[in-house]
């Protein structure tokens, strides 16, 4: 599985941006799909997941401002990103998880996914 990130960019602060995810694969909608940030110096961060059964999961710090959405026709996720702030300046990743079936914590975590992307970065300005 490839997964091919889109959509990042600079933004100042209030902005909006939308991420795309692009993954090869045949059984796309069975994957649960995830989002990941890394700052500078930080360790990776959970952003949001839709699983496999449609259920999606957001960290809270994004809880109102992003959204997740899929297009299984497309083989694709989105992430839009409303009211962005300096703290969301990361580089943001992409992940899919083909076959553990995930749902409500171990979406969360990085080791429950076994494909990732190259990243894509996002920077908010103040």
């Known amino acids: 599985v490839q997964l091919v990130e889109s959509g990042g960019g600079l933004v100042q602060a209030g902005g909006s941006l939308r991420l795309s995810c692009a993954a090869s694969?045949?059984?796309?909608?069975?994957?649960?799909m995830g989002w990941f940030r890394q700052a500078p110096g930080k360790e990776r961060e959970f952003v949001a997941a839709?699983?496999?059964?449609?259920?999606?999961y957001y960290v809270d710090s994004v809880k109102g401002r992003f959204a997740l959405s899929r297009d299984n026709a497309k083989n694709t996720v989105y992430l839009q990103m409303n009211s962005l702030k300096p703290q969301d300046t990361a580089v943001y990743y992409c992940?899919?998880?083909?076959?553990?079936?995930?749902?409500?914590?171990?979406?969360?975590?990085?080791?429950?996914?076994?494909?990732w992307g190259q990243g894509t970065q996002v920077t908010v300005s103040s």
């Open positions: 839709m699983s496999w059964s449609d259920d999606i």
């Open positions: 992940a899919a998880d083909t076959g553990s079936y995930c749902s409500g914590y171990g979406c969360s975590q990085p080791f429950t996914y076994d494909y």
């Open positions: 694969g045949r059984t796309f909608s069975s994957y649960t």
